[in-house]
């Protein structure tokens, strides 16, 4: 879990801690909530969902130069498999 600090105008703070309150909840639990409603909705977005699209062809693109950078100075990489080799006992 992570930590974060944010700023809120007096006003704001306010609002908050008198909506938590009436809610019964507290007010971490209440931005817990507006948070991931608020994400469930950018996710649900067509335009964040093209540019997630695109971010990923960009990611794409980027980890392939890199495998060619790689491959140019240290040669193709093999593939690798796993192999189990049978233990033999002495007994």
Avoid: C, W, Y
């Avoid at 974060?4 to 801690?17: M, W």
């Avoid at 948070?35 to 693109?61: G, Q």
């Amino acid at each position: 879990m992570k930590t974060l600090a944010i700023r809120l105008e007096d006003e704001q703070h306010a609002r908050l801690t008198i909506l938590a309150k009436l809610a019964g909840t507290s007010v971490t639990d209440t931005i817990r909530d507006a948070i991931e409603a608020h994400l469930k909705n950018l996710a649900a977005n067509p335009e964040i969902s093209a540019k997630a699209d695109e971010l990923t062809a960009e990611i794409n693109r980027e980890a392939e130069e890199q495998r060619t950078a790689i491959a140019a100075l240290f040669g193709t990489p093999k593939a690798t498999t796993t192999t189990s080799r049978s233990r033999q006992t002495k007994g």
